[in-house]
């Protein structure tokens, strides 16, 4: 009894842990492009194979910056050599997730249908369908429990 007492109390006082989901970048081109994950730190690069190749992580909330960006290029050493980039970012606020879509240095992927979406299907997906970004703020945002992907060659 007083086990199940002790478990009861734990129940009460411990809160629950929210999931987190995943941003997801998707390769559908028919060739390579590499990516890193920039916050306060840089991690990559990581090069996506053509057909389907893909990079996976965790919503995480930067110490310093607040967000990441998944900066994909496709040139393998586009992020250092000013090629142009296309930047899925993202910023980690409670149970929301803010997340947009930019171009920096030119379009990466002129004539490319681009994709973000939330495997939530009640949440606003951001299309390039020329690889270049329509007028107007593409900044939306969606529950934080469920997965991100931005797919390039959609």
């Avoid at 929210?18 to 997801?24: E, F, K, P, T």
Wanted: proline share 5%; hydrophobic share 40%; aromatic share 10%.
């Amino acid at each position: 009894m007083m086990l199940k007492s002790l478990v009861a109390a734990l129940a009460i006082t411990t809160p629950l842990a929210s999931a987190v989901g995943n941003a997801r970048v998707v390769n559908s081109c028919d060739f390579e492009v590499t990516l890193w994950s920039v916050g306060s730190d840089i991690d990559g690069p990581f090069h996506l194979e053509a057909g389907g190749d893909s990079y996976t992580e965790v919503f995480t909330k930067d110490p310093v910056t607040g967000g990441k960006a998944l900066k994909v290029t496709r040139d393998r050493d586009g992020l250092y050599t000013g090629d142009p980039q296309t930047i899925f970012a993202y910023s980690l606020d409670g149970d929301n997730i803010w997340y947009d879509l930019s171009n920096t240095f030119g379009n990466a992927f002129p004539g490319k249908k681009l994709v973000v979406e939330s495997a939530n299907d009640d949440c606003d997906a951001i299309v390039w369908n020329d690889g270049t970004p329509p007028a107007g703020s593409q900044v939306k945002v969606c529950t934080a429990s469920d997965d991100v992907t931005f797919t390039i060659c959609a």
